[in-house]
């Protein structure tokens, strides 16, 4: 009964390879977030979508793309990942007008 | 747009220590405030929030309050515990964004 899942919990690739991580919530909320955390564990947030649509698109590497196929998804593709792009990601959900975000366990990315 | 300031880390007490952690924001009207968790190896857990001046938000023995005057919302816990070792973050929710992250700062606690 996971509240926001992602999957996988680790990835280990090299550079020039492309990745994808999903996430799913089963909170029957209808915003979702990628959010970026680096090595000295600051979060920054990528994307947002509200009901499938994008809300919120910070700067990011076009090499970055979010696809939500539906209210319960967003998944996250990465293409020519770079060194840099190592980090962990997270996905997060929650409800319009409520302020509470629930967050997945997070995707360790190591580019080698 | 909105910004949230934590004391830097790490933080390192011994158990049965006092804990203030100090974070203050920035936001154009009056933001939701929270403290979030993280534990090692583990995603980001809701600590506590306050939703207007005033309010008081506490769970585990943590408590802060949403200070107005001084735009704070300071966390503390009377006795801290081994188990409380984790990284510690700030947000801020304004309505129309996603929320706005400290950088957390990293609690130690030694026997």
């Known amino acids: 009964d996971t509240a926001v899942s992602q999957t996988p919990k680790y990835l280990v690739t090299q550079m020039g390879n492309d990745k994808s991580i999903k996430c799913e919530q089963n909170?029957?909320?209808?915003?979702m977030y990628w959010y970026k955390q680096d090595s000295k564990k600051f979060l920054k947030i990528m994307f947002s979508y509200n009901n499938k649509e994008l809300i919120i698109n910070e700067t990011v590497p076009n090499r970055f793309s979010p696809k939500s196929p539906d209210k319960a998804h967003l998944n996250l593709h990465i293409n020519s990942l770079e060194l840099g792009d190592s980090a962990v990601y997270f996905c997060?959900?929650?409800?319009?007008?409520?302020?509470?975000?629930?967050f997945g366990q997070g995707t360790r990315l190591t580019v080698v | 747009g909105d910004s949230v300031t934590q004391m830097e880390g790490p933080v390192t007490l011994s158990e049965e220590a006092f804990l203030t952690i100090n974070c203050t924001y920035t936001a154009t009207g009056y933001p939701s405030l929270f403290w979030y968790v993280q534990y090692p190896g583990e995603g980001l857990q809701l600590l506590l929030k306050?939703?207007?001046?005033?309010d008081k938000g506490s769970n585990k023995g943590f408590e802060a309050t949403y200070r107005k005057e001084t735009t704070s919302f300071h966390l503390e816990k009377g006795s801290v515990q081994v188990s409380d070792s984790a990284v510690y973050f700030c947000a801020s929710y304004s309505g129309n964004t996603p929320l706005v992250f400290g950088k957390g700062t990293r609690l130690s606690v030694i026997a």
């Open positions: 909170l029957g909320h209808d915003t």
């Open positions: 306050a939703t207007k001046a005033d």
């Open positions: 997060a959900s929650s409800l319009t007008g409520n302020t509470e975000a629930f």
